[in-house]
């Protein structure tokens, strides 16, 4: 069974950094593509940042390049969103996701998790 569980979420100022940390089981975690993605209230879910397999590529939105870096250790099965310079717009509730050997420019995944709430305020 697939679980993914994300953690680290928390409320912040703007203008401070947090960590998103994404514990995979379940699945071979090396040959899955890695994702985040995040919703605000009233807003459709969107993407924010994944990274390939072996760790070699990522792709981020342009609202957070720059800002946030994803990154993943196949040893330990984690997945991780570094978010600096955080800002209000970037409250939201975020998610972590997971598939198959996928291209990082899609935004189609097949396992996500229960998502961590982020809260900026100004």
């Known amino acids: 069974q697939v679980q993914l569980v994300e953690s680290g979420g928390g409320m912040v100022q703007a203008g401070d950094s947090l960590r998103l940390s994404c514990a995979a089981s379940g699945v071979t975690f090396s040959r899955h593509t890695m994702g985040w993605f995040r919703q605000a209230p009233g807003k459709e879910r969107e993407f924010v940042a994944a990274i390939s397999s072996n760790g070699g590529s990522r792709n981020y939105a342009d609202s957070v390049k720059g800002r946030f870096t994803i990154s993943r250790d196949n040893t330990k099965k984690m997945a991780y969103l570094q978010m600096n310079s955080l800002k209000p717009e970037d409250t939201a509730v975020y998610y972590c996701?997971?598939?198959?050997?996928?291209?990082?420019?899609?935004?189609?995944?097949?396992?996500w998790g229960q998502g961590t709430q982020v809260t900026v305020s100004s």
């Open positions: 996701a997971a598939k198959y050997v996928g291209s990082i420019y899609s935004y189609s995944y097949d396992y």
